[in-house]
């Protein structure tokens, strides 16, 4: 004889239970208040301590060191497809070309700060040298804080600028730089 | 003649489906979730335009903090464990199984190795406490950044670099790093930033 499992169901039956009065089936109430408490409680909780916002990264390639030993030509540049970016503290100085340079400041504001200058820059490049020819040559002043290097580099992929690269300051240009300072201070 | 009082009825709601709905929830936010281990270093991120998600795994994070003291961690337990062995094997510390065990779930370290054993020796206030101070050193006599990353590559040759450093952070110590970075010919790695709000363009 089959065993009779669970066997809720209105429907009269074969085997022992034939014929046998059912009770009048009472649905429970349960209190469902405790549970929905705690479901909250825990619903908070992982809401509250789940990060959802994964961080983004800018990759960043720099030129492999030059050893003092090998002898590696340093590829020369036209001069005039170079600008030469000082960053500071939220300034940015810049330079064009290599003699006698010419110290310019400027910030990091979006409408007339560097990428305008860069802009301009480039277009003048383009008149003279064809399309992607300028040079940005990146060095950050001691001054400078990680902010204004991110912010620099965001700068170049902005204008999806290929052609930079970062290197050390001169102490010409940090002479520069704080002539540049002592007569702005002085005007 | 007397008014029949309305009766005041017990108006009972189904909440079925409201704690339906808040197990779904419940459930969903269980399974996403990703727990932060404690960082060693407060840092707030400057942003950028960049929206490159950084990849979850073989990540080697050098954390820089405001004023410019450096931290080094790994994201996986097993690469941490073989680091600990690199570093007996190269500096010849012992350590217990216990400071073995606190040092495979710190996220970050930021002490010297020669303070390693005894900052694993500690309780977590003491170690809260030393972070507020530490850094590893990378001065060109005694850069351990560097050898911490070489342990890092050793145990796992795909773990990428990269550099988790407040706004603030002084530019020459980030030179520094990426100096590091250089002598070990790591040319390629990445800056965590947030995303930029639409305020700069």
Not at chain 2, 46 to 61: K, R, V
Not at chain 2, 158 to 175: L, M
Request: glycine content about 4%.
């Amino acid at each position: 004889m089959a065993a009779e499992v669970g066997g809720d169901s209105g429907a009269p039956k074969k085997g022992k239970k034939q014929g046998k009065a059912r009770k009048p089936k009472k649905r429970p109430r349960i209190d469902m208040t405790p549970m929905v408490d705690l479901g909250f409680l825990l619903l908070t909780f992982f809401v509250l301590t789940t990060t959802m916002s994964t961080p983004n990264t800018m990759p960043v390639v720099v030129p492999p060191k030059i050893e003092k030993k090998e002898d590696v030509e340093i590829p020369k540049i036209a001069e005039g497809k170079v600008i030469t970016l000082l960053v500071g503290r939220g300034k940015v100085y810049y330079y064009t070309g290599v003699e006698n340079p010419e110290l310019r400041v400027t910030d990091f504001s979006p409408k007339t700060g560097v990428r305008k200058v860069l802009i301009d820059r480039r277009a003048e490049v383009e008149g003279r040298y064809g399309k992607d020819e300028m040079i940005v040559i990146i060095k950050m002043m001691e001054e400078a804080q990680y902010k204004d290097f991110v912010d620099i580099l965001d700068e170049m992929s902005i204008i999806q600028q290929k052609k930079y690269a970062l290197v050390d300051i001169t102490p010409e240009e940090k002479e520069l730089v704080e002539e540049y300072k002592k007569s702005t201070n002085l005007s | 003649m007397a008014k029949f009082k309305a009766k005041k009825q017990n108006i009972a709601i189904d909440m079925t489906p409201m704690v339906d709905l808040a197990f779904l929830l419940i459930t969903f936010f269980m399974l996403t979730v990703k727990f932060r281990a404690p960082q060693a270093v407060e840092v707030q991120l400057p942003s950028s335009i960049a929206d490159t998600p950084l990849p979850a795994q073989d990540i080697l994070m050098i954390s820089i903090s405001q004023d410019g003291r450096i931290f080094f961690g790994v994201d996986s337990k097993h690469v941490r464990l073989a680091i600990l062995e690199k570093i007996k094997e190269r500096y010849g510390y012992e350590f217990t199984e216990a400071e073995a065990k606190t040092f495979s779930v710190l996220a970050e370290i930021g002490v010297p190795f020669e303070q390693l054993k005894s900052y694993l020796s500690y309780g977590e206030l003491e170690r809260k406490a030393i972070d507020k101070k530490a850094s590893i050193p990378t001065d060109s006599t005694n850069n351990q950044l560097k050898q911490w990353i070489l342990f890092a590559r050793y145990s796992n040759p795909k773990i990428r670099i990269a550099i988790r450093a407040d706004e603030k952070a002084p530019y020459p110590v980030i030179a520094r790093v990426i100096e590091t970075l250089k002598d070990q010919k790591v040319h390629r790695f990445n800056l965590i930033t947030t995303l930029e709000a639409q305020t700069k363009s």
